[in-house]
């Protein structure tokens, strides 16, 4: 009798053991390492901390532009309309790694989800119902580390485009260097690094969503190296760490390329 109670025990444990493992495999890796944001889970309040933060350096990301007011000032850096002046008269917080790289690793940006149904009875998938099914997404797309004040035309036309190197000097911006064709873009040499670590951040703080492709890896890693941490970098960096408490290994000392974390 007392063998049969071990073993219904047993069986009770491995039981226990079975649904804590299956619970962990439905688990993204953001909600078993949480290395990321853990703070913030709206894209609006980390909007309002990039503005705040950026008031002592109010100049856009990739075309350096100064603003006032999110007006920008296009004399302050050359800038020429593309085409859409109501987006390029204003600045807009810009995701570096574009939250489609992301999202699209949750089964609810694909499919969508039951939650995701419209009054008319229509169901939508894609960015907005994964904000709405997922904290984990919520806290990804608004974790500072990857936000920048940007050219809202410039936003715009970068959309969810991949970083490479482009052959030639095609500029539509004017003095702007930065260059978007054939659904890639090529940022000026300055924020190369920048952009490299905000990769490399988000690729580590969330592992297993696909941020980082083997293809694009060894660029990434090239700009790292060769557009060491600024100033400015730094002390963004250490300010966003204050406000989100968590930390960004990937900018270390000023003109340090970074501490180099295992995935």
Not at 10 to 32: D, E, G, H, S
Not at 85 to 103: D, L, N
Not at 177 to 200: C, Q, T, V
Request: aromatic content about 10%; proline content about 5%.
């Amino acid at each position: 009798m007392d063998s049969c109670k071990g073993l219904g025990a047993l069986l009770k444990l491995a039981r226990l053991v079975l649904i804590f493992c299956v619970f962990l495999c439905q688990c993204t890796p953001a909600q078993q390492q949480r290395r990321g944001n853990t703070k913030i889970d709206s894209f609006s309040k980390a909007k309002k901390h990039i503005y705040r933060l950026f008031a002592e350096r109010p100049a856009t990301f990739y075309c350096d532009c100064k603003y006032s007011g999110r007006v920008v000032d296009h004399q302050s850096c050359d800038y020429r309309v593309r085409k859409n002046m109501k987006r390029a008269a204003r600045t807009e917080i810009e995701h570096v790694v574009p939250a489609h790289a992301f999202g699209q690793s949750f089964k609810a940006w694909r499919e969508g989800d039951g939650r995701c149904t419209r009054k008319d009875g229509t169901r939508f998938k894609g960015r907005n119902c994964l904000r709405k099914v997922s904290r984990n997404f919520r806290l990804m797309e608004a974790d500072m580390f990857n936000l920048q004040p940007a050219v809202g035309e410039v936003n715009a036309d970068r959309s969810n485009y991949s970083m490479a190197m482009i052959p030639g000097e095609v500029r539509h911006y004017g003095g702007c260097d930065i260059e978007i064709i054939n659904r890639k873009i090529e940022p000026r040499p300055e924020i190369r690094g920048d952009i490299a670590r905000s990769y490399l951040y988000m690729a580590w703080a969330y592992p297993g969503t696909g941020i980082i492709s083997k293809k694009n890896r060894p660029l990434l890693t090239l700009w790292d190296r060769q557009d060491p941490v600024s100033p400015w970098e730094f002390k963004r960096v250490r300010h966003i760490e204050a406000i989100q408490g968590n930390r960004n290994p990937f900018v270390g000392s000023v003109g340090s390329s970074g501490q180099r974390p295992t995935n």
